[in-house]
Each structure stands twice: as C-alpha cells, then as structure tokens.
C-alpha cells in the first residue's frame, strides 16, 4: 500500500468521524504529496514535529497575548483547589508528552494507531480529539508501566 493511500485512509475515517484536525491535516499532507513538498529525512520530519508543537503552544498562550487572559486571573485561578490541581495536571502532561515525542519519533508507525483511536474515540462514543501527543504520552506512561511488572 502506497504511503499516500494510507493518508487517503486517514483523510476518509476523519470525515466520517467528523474530526477537522485529522481531515484537514491529512488534506494538506496528501496535498503537499502530490505536490513533492514532503520532507524526506529524519530530521527534517522532526523540524516538522517539533514545529507543530510550537503552533500548539501559540494557540494555547493566544488568549494571554490578545488580553482576554490577564496575569492577575492566572495568578488568582491558581490558588484554588482547582487551579493547583489543574497545574499539577498541566506538569504531569508536559512531562508525559516528552515521552510521547519521544515515542513517536523511535516508532512513527504508532501515530497511526493513535490516530484510528482518536478518530474511533470521536466518532462513536462523542469524545474530543485531544491531540497525538497527549495520547502518545499517555500511551508512553502505560507502556513503561507494563514493562516495569
């Protein structure tokens, strides 16, 4: 099977479960196949990864940059019972998806199994796509877990 079918694959299940991110990234990169702007080395595909994440980190701080977050709010939320153990959560992610990068990156093949979950988890029991990297630190978590028993 074709590398470009098996995006084909990919762009299909994220239109039947309904999930843009997954359509839409899987659209550019069938576009960008046909178009021969793919990059072929390692390194330049870890360029690619690392890139994604920094648009990730972009969307997320957005709210603080256009002045709909303030300092003082981050500073009051965070003192609550909630704010501390969303911030507790917010480390334990971070360092979880270091081993997700990490784990991708030794077996890109898995991405796929994450996706097909992702799109399974949004099409048929209503959840939201999180995103590859929470899933693959997650995924990183259990799996050395297991190893340890």
């Known amino acids: 099977m074709k590398p470009s079918s098996i995006i084909f694959l990919i ?4 239109y039947l479960g ?3 991110l997954i359509l839409v ?18 390194e330049a595909q870890n360029i690619m990864l690392d890139l994604g994440v920094i648009l990730l980190v972009m969307g997320i701080l957005l709210p603080l940059s256009t002045g709909e977050v303030y300092a003082k709010d981050v500073y009051r939320s965070i003192f609550t019972l909630e704010g501390l153990v969303i911030f507790l959560v917010g480390i ?3 360092v979880m998806a270091r081993d997700g990068v990490d784990l991708l990156k030794e077996n890109p093949g898995i991405m796929i199994c994450l996706l097909m979950g992702s ?4 099409a048929f029991f209503k959840g939201l796509p999180t995103g590859p990297l929470v899933a693959a630190g997650l995924a990183a978590f259990i799996i050395n877990l297991l190893r340890r028993m």
């Open 18 to 20: 309904k999930n843009r």
């Open 11 to 14: 762009l299909a299940l994220g």
């Open 92 to 94: 334990a992610s971070a």
């Open 25 to 42: 990234s899987s659209g550019v990169l069938l576009l960008f196949s046909y178009l021969g702007l793919l990059p072929k080395s390692t």
């Open 119 to 122: 799109i399974v988890g949004t």
